[in-house]
Every structure is written in C-alpha cells, then in structure tokens.
C-alpha cells in the first residue's frame, strides 16, 4: 500500500526511477524494490522521496510517515533480524503489509471471526467493541475487508483458519450484521484458497482456545511471525520460539475441530438459520 501510493506520487512527477533515484541518492533496485513491496520502506526514506517529489501537503505527509512507521515498527530496512523476540504492537497497517507478503496464513479468532474472514461491517464493529476508534480507523478497517479477497487468491499456501463454534453466534453487530457475517463465511470457505475447520463446543480446556493469533509464513528473507492478542495495548508480533509455539498450538487446535467439509456443512446451517 505505501509503495503503491509513492510510486503513484513518482509518477505524477513525471520522474522515472532512475531519477528518483538519483535525486534521493539511492540506487535505482533499492526504490523499485521498495515500490514492490519487496523491502520495507525506513521513515527517513518516506520523508527523502516526499521531498523529492514535491509533496507538502501535510496531511498526506502525515499519513504515509504513519504507514512507514508501521512498516519499520516491523523490520528495519534491510529485513529481518531473526532472534527470538517481540517486535511491535500490531496496528491495521502493519496486518494488511504481512498479509500482503504472506505465502501461507494461518488463524484462529477466538471468541471472534478471524480477521482475514471478516467482512467490512463485522469488522468495524468488532474492533469498536474492543476500543474506542475514530470514524477513519473503522472506515480504514473495511477498506482493508474489501481488498482481502485479492490478497486470499494471492497466498500460494493459501489460508488455513479454525472458528470457535462460539463465534458463529456470538451478536457482534447485531443480528443483520451476524447473519451477512456468517452467510460471507459460507461462502469463502469453499474457495480453493481457504480451509476452514469449526472447533465445536466450549474448547476452553485446549491451549490458546481463548487467545486470537494470526500466524503469518512469510516469503523469504523474512521469519514467521506470529500477531497475538494477549496484551492491553494490542496484538504483539512475535518471532522465534513464539511464534513457532502458536504453530504448535494452531496444529492442536486443527486436530481437535472438525474437518473442513463437516466445518462447510455446519456454517452453512447456521447461515440458514439466521
């Protein structure tokens, strides 16, 4: 996303990236791989390409600085540092750019639909539920539901996510906004791209059956990481022996819900029932 935004702004310059480049006294690979999302842009190099590109307008400084700190509360620009470890507090911006370099997505909401599955309502709705936000915060998390499909068909491992049965019933929104959820949820689970199992009853007893996580297996140079919400502030991302334990913890839960094709046929009944 902010690569995109940059390179628009480059072009409406009329600059190439060979000038860019030179006019920001880097390499011309540096900036394009920059533009691809392929490497993580540093908040002294938003500020170098703003400048070369002529942007004052503040409140466009404002917000792609914001989204270059997200990105670099990540990793630092030159990649990934592999130690086991916290690294940030997980912001929207932040889970949209990992979701974006993700080969293989792995999910479990809790008490909640997992994000990757939510729709647009569902999810403003949600994160309202958990914490004041702003009238832009909820319009930014629809926004990132409705581009989600696209990143769903681009995960190669494609995504792998357990429901609580729980969350299939759980009134977040209200009971139009429950039934749109659930009858979406019928409907993406039989993409190629998504497998979804439903972890029946109350699986209070398993471990991390109460926590959300998203685990994400990133492309190369990265590590996976894993966004767990068990901190007052936010989802954490972590790395390392972390991360590797919520694999461990999702395998558990995986083995212990039912399997996907009784999983299609109970969240379709209980889109029917609503």
């Not at 009853?201 to 990481?225: C, M, V």
Request: net charge negative; with cysteine.
């Amino acid at each position: 996303m902010l690569g995109e935004r940059l390179r628009r702004l480059r072009q409406e310059r009329g600059l190439s990236l060979r000038h860019a480049a030179t006019l920001a006294d880097t390499d011309l690979v540096r900036v394009q791989r920059h533009e691809n999302g392929r490497r993580v842009f540093t908040v002294g190099q938003v500020a170098v390409l703003l400048d070369v590109y002529q942007v004052h307008d503040q409140t466009v400084r404002d917000d792609l600085m914001r989204l270059a700190r997200a990105a670099g509360g990540i990793f630092d620009g030159e990649g990934a540092d592999h130690r086991d470890s916290t690294l940030a507090t997980v912001s929207m911006a932040d889970c949209w750019w990992l979701e974006t370099r993700a080969a293989r997505i792995r999910c479990y909401g809790g008490m909640l639909l997992p994000e990757p599955l939510q729709t647009p309502e569902y999810a403003a709705t949600a994160m309202a539920g958990q914490r004041a936000v702003t009238n832009l915060e909820a319009a930014h998390a629809r926004w990132l539901c409705q581009r989600r499909q696209q990143v769903l068909d681009g995960l190669s491992g494609g995504l792998h996510a357990v429901v609580s049965e729980q969350a299939l019933y759980n009134p977040v929104g209200g009971p139009e906004v429950l039934r749109q959820q659930v009858s979406h949820l019928a409907q993406v689970c039989r993409s190629p791209h998504v497998q979804v199992q439903v972890l029946p009853g109350e699986p209070g007893h398993l471990e991390g059956a109460g926590e959300p996580f998203t685990l994400f297996h990133l492309r190369p140079p990265y590590p996976d990481l894993v966004a767990a919400a068990h901190h007052s502030d936010g989802p954490q991302l972590h790395q390392g022996r972390p991360a590797r334990r919520h694999a461990a913890m999702f395998d558990q839960l995986g083995s212990t819900a039912l399997s996907p094709a009784a999983s299609i046929e109970l969240i379709t009944i209980a889109a029917d029932d609503m």
